[in-house]
């Protein structure tokens, strides 16, 4: 009896093992979706293994296409890593994803996106940021609601500029970023060479919140220059005895919202 139940066992196994190294990517995502409800995956193919999709949507905006792949070892330590690749017009992504709890990691984190997407961060509607993004971390922790709550890495703003009212070019700067003694996440921001426009100044995210204070003085008057910084900030008292003439003070705050 005890060898009948053993071989039913071993058999229930091999079946369960069966199913899961074969189970479409398709009847994989049915299963997890309600745990992301403001991710759409369309057009799904492969396995839960090793699968794609055609097109990724998060909070109603199309990202582009996905890739995944999970090395059948880290599963069987129960604790799965996800190597992504996402590939879209304006952004691009490739790292490796890993759950603990409900916490999600990324590690080993590149990605490379259009500069427009920091406009909603930036939230100065009279102008477009212009140039590209390039992002790198080590280690990128984020919540069950998708907040970053652990950090290192940094992100840089190639090109810099700004379009729309006005338009001008900034240079080139790095936002170095990591976690400070308090568990707050800040980012210091550096020119990288030689850049037309001095910014000082940096960010600092703690739970939800945000607040960042920015100093930006031109070099060399400049009319574009002078008619881009007129739109972003508050004048800065005395700059111009200083020997900046147009010197502005960008102060943003607000909180994260969870996409829907």
Do not use: C
Not at 11 to 35: C, E, G, S
Not at 252 to 258: K, R
């Amino acid at each position: 009896m005890i060898r009948k139940l053993v071989i039913a066992a071993s058999i229930a196994l091999l079946v369960t093992l069966f199913a899961l190294y074969t189970l479409p990517a398709r009847i994989a995502w049915q299963l997890v979706r309600h745990k992301m409800p403001y991710v759409e995956l369309v057009g799904l193919h492969g396995t839960l293994w090793d699968g794609n999709a055609d097109r990724v949507i998060v909070a109603n905006q199309f990202l582009g296409k996905l890739a995944w792949q999970i090395p059948r070892n880290t599963a069987l330590r129960f604790a799965p890593k996800i190597q992504i690749r996402l590939d879209g017009s304006t952004v691009q992504l490739d790292g490796f994803a890993q759950q603990f709890g409900s916490n999600w990691v990324l590690s080993a984190l590149t990605a490379s996106a259009d500069a427009g997407w920091l406009a909603p961060a930036l939230g100065i509607p009279a102008v477009i940021p212009t140039g590209k993004l390039a992002v790198n971390f080590s280690e990128l922790r984020l919540d069950e609601r998708g907040f970053p709550i652990r950090a290192e890495g940094n992100l840089q703003w190639l090109n810099a500029g700004v379009t729309g009212l006005a338009q001008a070019d900034f240079g080139s700067f790095d936002i170095s970023i990591k976690n400070d003694l308090s568990g707050a996440i800040k980012g210091s921001i550096s020119a990288i060479g030689s850049a037309a426009l001095d910014i000082s100044g940096g960010f600092a995210l703690q739970g939800d919140s945000y607040n960042a204070e920015i100093t930006l003085r031109q070099k060399v008057s400049n009319p574009n220059m002078e008619r881009a910084l007129s739109l972003i900030g508050e004048p800065i008292p005395g700059s111009s005895d200083e020997g900046f003439a147009g010197a502005r003070l960008l102060k943003i705050s607000g909180t994260l919202v969870a996409p829907k």
